[in-house]
């Protein structure tokens, strides 16, 4: 996905963001519903991503054949794709698709008491990445969730069979994959749910880059401070860079803060400029 089919799905990723510290694993499991009415007509989707028609318009064309059947949030979010630009139809799909299974994976980073955030989300990867050695080590299993003559329910028990023990929401992506993998192997789709788990475990994740290296102290202090600003307990890299400017260098999920250049690292430099005391 490319050009305005990616800014969309940008854009629909940064709405959903707002709904997920509520979301439960039924609205993963509602949008892969809608993906699946979706992908059940070429001429929907083709309404749906029609650049002549106006957004409101295809709005309301979800918000009607969804009516009823979702949740409010589920038919919010489908309703804004609808909204948006996409450069091929299939585009919409792929991005139901993407929008369902981050639903699944920020469900796994809040946890059920004992893997929370980080835990979770390396659960949650680690499942899916189970799940694929033993499909991979069997040719057997690979024909059988590859039968063309098989249905999609057959094939989604056979894969919740294979992955017992795992997490709710890796047997939802593992069912999902199974039953609908959309022109790939499920283990390819798997791989790209996994993918998407990694990239949300970078949010948890502070790659600091320092100067001199760091006593224990200071690395407690870092580690407090930069807790402190994300508001989450970060899991903590550090390497020494003596070229560095500004001492500090801190990369977490995409953003990228320089002591030299960003004010909100000024605590932390204090921090840091009080290692001797």
């Known amino acids: 996905m490319a050009g305005v089919s990616s800014e969309s799905l940008a854009n629909a990723l940064a709405d959903l963001e707002t709904k997920l510290p509520t979301a439960s694993l039924s609205l993963a499991d509602e949008l892969f519903g809608i993906l699946r009415i979706v992908d059940s007509s070429a001429g929907l989707r083709r309404a749906l991503t029609d650049p002549s028609r106006e957004g409101a318009?295809?709005?309301?064309?979800?918000?009607r054949l969804l009516a009823g059947k979702v949740s409010s949030d589920a038919s919010q979010i489908a309703s804004h794709l609808a909204t948006l630009r996409w450069a091929d139809s299939r585009d919409i799909s792929d991005a139901l698709e993407t929008l369902a299974a981050t639903v699944a994976?920020?469900?796994?980073?809040?946890?059920?008491?004992?893997?929370v955030g980080l835990g979770g989300l390396e659960r949650l990867e680690n499942d899916l990445f189970a799940f694929n050695r033993r499909v991979?080590?069997?040719?057997?299993?690979?024909?059988?969730?590859?039968?063309?003559?098989?249905?999609?329910?057959?094939?989604?028990?056979l894969a919740l069979r294979l992955a017992v023990g795992a997490s709710d929401e890796a047997l939802l992506l593992i069912g999902q994959a199974a039953a609908e993998p959309r022109g790939?192997?499920?283990?390819?789709l798997v791989k790209r749910f996994a993918a998407l788990a990694a990239k949300r475990?970078?949010?948890?994740i502070a790659e600091?880059?320092?100067a001199r290296p760091l006593s224990e102290t200071q690395l407690d202090r870092l580690q407090a401070g930069l807790n402190g600003l994300y508001g989450r307990e970060l899991k903590?890299?550090?390497?020494?860079?003596p070229q560095l400017l500004g001492g500090v260098r801190v990369a977490v999920g995409d953003e990228v803060l320089d002591a030299s250049t960003l004010a909100r690292l000024?605590?932390?430099?204090?921090q840091l400029a009080g290692q001797a005391g």
Not at 201 to 204: L, T, V
């Open 57 to 63: 318009e295809k709005s309301a064309l979800v918000e």
């Open 105 to 115: 994976i920020a469900v796994a980073e809040q946890g059920n008491g004992e893997a």
């Open 136 to 157: 991979e080590d069997s040719h057997e299993l690979q024909a059988a969730l590859s039968e063309p003559q098989a249905t999609a329910d057959a094939k989604r028990t």
């Open 184 to 188: 790939l192997k499920p283990t390819e």
């Open 201 to 204: 475990q970078e949010r948890w």
């Open 208 to 210: 600091v880059a320092v």
């Open 236 to 241: 903590m890299t550090t390497t020494v860079d």
């Open 266 to 270: 000024a605590d932390l430099r204090q």
